[in-house]
């Protein structure tokens, strides 16, 4: 009998079975298999009088593969559940237990953090048991969800335009929406700066007889450029040489952020990308996880790969640019002690492996590998000067930089700007005064905060505490599908829907929705994982504050009106106005339900060809769905029909209809 080791996804099951040897085999559940169910008090699948007790079914689609896995479990001599290392990889795990009626005598649950040989056999020398805090901690972010999610979007639903709200979702639109109004509501205000131009160098008016000095209007500017001279005392030259300290390896925020400025990748395709490196690539003769686990808030790097990369960088660029392991600040809500996103090997370099990977996965491994041996080189030494000038008690100020020693830019520069603006040395001047060759006003206005990008929403997520590595993506997907923002010029602009939502949430649950609310909330399930909170009573005081809010939103919440077209209801002679149904917009009269009038679209009839089969016209028509097809005009006694688009040509071969497909004209019979 052999040991029967679980994870999830299909794609690292074999090569993970590779690394074990015959006498395991190595199954996949394909993701979750259980959720829970829509039944009981508002469709919860959660007993609100039982300590939220939750009412698990399988997924669908899942019956038979975990038919499958009980039977492989039972056949076996041991059970190994080799999920994700994170809060729901453990929650996966202890439902794959639940589920498949594992004995507590009888599995073991390993983590690893790659996928690379070393690694897999090291884990499964340390199986442990599910850690149920850290379950309880992903059940209750599971519960908390479901009942927000359900019951205030069945709330939404009934009284705006739009579908769903959220924890997390509905706070990340209050920001989009803040940040709006805020640039809305700014004022510019006129400023002005003044320079001088020198023969090798500008310098920038900063102060007046000691003290900084602001310029508001054109006639203030005027009236000090009047009282300069053109020649211009050398006050004080300052030289220091400063370090430029390297960059701490990605964690996913930070990987997102940067994916979506360096490489333009939206954080869904940097997430999917990481997801294929992390699980493995085809590298020739053997299957390899190229990255580690890239759900992380971590920075911590493991003492192997650290020891490993000095000697690395010894080997390659001297000892001189061996740095030293970064700490960051102390952060409450670095949910595990995983490692940051690194390589598996630093010896596995991009260029070496660059035939094995697509474009797009090239460019992330590369941006992750240069980043990771960047944050372990040497610091950057940089030889700052700065002078200033003085005319009429006017001081002038030229700031200057030159690197002296590269150290982590050896490898980084190209992800980093870090040009030198070098200043003359004013040691070699003969006179300690300087003639400018041109001094003028320069008109500025003061602008807004910018729009939330991608990467910019993330970290500002990421700074309040909101969410976690494993929801920054999906966060950003929901506000799109459910059309709460529009995407202009990679900035977030909150459509007319997102602004009521937030609008409505703010008028009835401003207590609940809001950042601080939020981040608490993840505070307290980072203590159910640490045992230091209990699940239930978590759940049962947001519930307490909840309930009552949902209640009075229901009553008193107002509905929005739909919009009125101008026409009247030909039946009753009320308005006509334009109601969202499942399949779009309508226009329907607004006395429903006492009229029940639906104005009928006028079809514009798009004859496409004549039909083989009767010989009337193929005309183009619409699913209740809105998709398009092709079929017979004389429906139902004829009912030929094709999802492809035809030419109006027949088959030389069959005498078929040639239809349009992306790989060209084919026939819609034979395939020709």
Same mark, same amino acid.
């Given at each position: ?7 999830? $996804? ?11 040897? $015959? ?25 609100? /009088? ?26 076996? $001599? ?32 390993? &983590? =690893? ?10 884990? #499964? ?60 509501? =700014? ?10 131009? #020198? ?49 701490? *390896? ?15 990748? *939206? ?11 992390? %699980? ?100 950057? @030494? ?34 980093? %700007?870090? /040009? ?12 300690? &005064? ?17 729009? #939330? ?20 993506? @999906? ?16 900035? =977030? ?10 609008? @409505? ?40 504050? =909840? ?14 009106? *739909?919009? %009125? ?70 429906? *139902? ?36």
């Amino acid at each position: 009998m052999k040991n029967l080791v679980i994870v999830e $996804s299909p794609s690292k099951s074999k090569t993970i079975e590779k690394y074990l040897g $015959s006498d395991y085999k190595v199954l996949s559940s394909k993701g979750h298999i259980r959720d829970l169910s829509t039944t009981g008090k508002y469709g919860l699948g959660v007993d609100l /009088e039982d300590n939220f007790k939750p009412n698990y079914i399988l997924m669908k689609g899942k019956t038979k593969l975990v038919s499958d896995l009980k039977k492989e479990a039972k056949n076996a $001599s041991k059970v190994i559940l080799a999920t994700d290392p994170d809060r729901e990889g453990e929650a996966i795990s202890w439902h794959l237990k639940e589920a498949l009626g594992i004995k507590d005598n009888n599995y073991g649950r390993v &983590v =690893f953090n790659e996928i690379t040989k070393p690694a897999i056999e090291e884990a #499964f020398k340390h199986p442990r048991l599910i850690d149920e805090d850290l379950v309880h901690s992903q059940e209750s972010r599971r519960i908390l969800d479901r009942i927000i999610g359900f019951r205030l979007s069945r709330l939404m639903q009934s009284k705006t335009d739009g579908k769903s709200a959220g924890r997390v979702q509905s706070v990340a639109l209050k920001l989009i929406v803040d940040r709006e109004r805020e640039i809305e509501a =700014f004022v510019p205000e006129e400023y002005y700066t003044i320079e001088a131009d #020198f023969k090798d160098f500008k310098a920038e008016l900063k102060k007046y007889r000691g003290k900084d000095i602001e310029i508001k209007t054109a006639v203030d500017a005027d009236e000090i450029l009047s009282k300069l001279s053109n020649a211009y005392n050398i006050d004080n030259v300052e030289t220091k040489l400063k370090n430029k300290q390297s960059k701490l *390896p990605f964690t996913t925020s930070t990987l997102t952020q940067m994916a979506s400025n360096r490489l333009g990748f *939206p954080a869904s395709k940097t997430m999917s990308i990481a997801q294929t490196l992390y %699980e493995g690539v085809n590298l020739g003769e053997d299957t390899i996880g190229l990255i580690s686990y890239m759900r992380t808030d971590s920075i911590r790097l493991s003492d192997v790969f650290v020891s490993d990369t000095k000697s690395y960088i010894a080997s390659n660029f001297g000892k001189e640019y061996i740095g030293y392991v970064k700490t960051a600040k102390s952060n409450d809500n670095v949910q595990d002690a995983h490692e940051a996103i690194r390589p598996t090997s630093i010896l596995r370099t991009p260029e070496s492996i660059k035939k094995y990977l697509k474009p797009d996965e090239y460019k992330l491994y590369n941006l992750i590998y240069v980043r990771t041996l960047a944050s372990l080189m040497a610091d950057a @030494k940089v030889e700052a000067t700065s002078v200033d000038l003085e005319n009429q008690g006017y001081i002038f100020r030229a700031n200057g930089s030159v690197c002296v020693f590269d150290g982590y830019l050896k490898v980084y520069k190209d992800y980093e %700007e870090s /040009e030198d603006t070098i200043l003359p040395n004013f040691a070699n001047y003969k006179s300690k &005064v300087i003639v400018a060759s041109k001094v003028y006003k320069l008109q500025h206005f003061t602008e807004p905060k910018p729009r #939330f990008t991608e990467a910019k929403l993330i970290a500002e997520l990421e700074r309040l505490g909101i969410g976690r590595p494993s929801t920054y993506a @999906k966060i950003i997907s929901v506000l799109k599908e459910r059309k709460y923002v529009q995407i202009k010029d990679k900035k =977030f602009y909150p459509t007319s829907t997102g602004i009521t939502v937030t609008d @409505k949430l703010q008028e009835f649950f401003s207590s609940i929705i809001n950042v601080n609310y939020t981040a608490n909330m993840e505070r307290e399930l980072d203590e159910i994982a640490d045992a230091k909170l209990v699940w239930y009573e978590v759940l049962n005081k947001f519930y307490k504050d =909840f309930d009552p809010l949902l209640q009075t939103a229901f009553k008193q919440m107002e509905k929005d009106s *739909p919009e %009125e077209t101008g026409e009247i209801c030909p039946e009753c002679g009320s308005p006509l106005v334009v109601r969202k149904g499942k399949y779009g917009s309508f226009v329907a009269c607004s006395n429903y339900p006492k009229c029940k009038y639906v104005k009928k679209e006028e079809k514009t009839i798009v004859e496409i060809c004549d039909c083989p089969k009767c010989g009337h016209k193929i005309i183009e028509k619409k699913t209740k769905r809105g998709k398009t097809f092709y079929g017979c005009n004389n429906y *139902p006694k004829c009912n030929y029909a094709l999802w492809d688009k035809p030419t109006g040509e027949m088959c030389s071969n069959c005498n078929g209809l040639m239809v349009e497909k992306k790989s060209g004209i084919i026939c819609s019979e034979c395939g020709k």
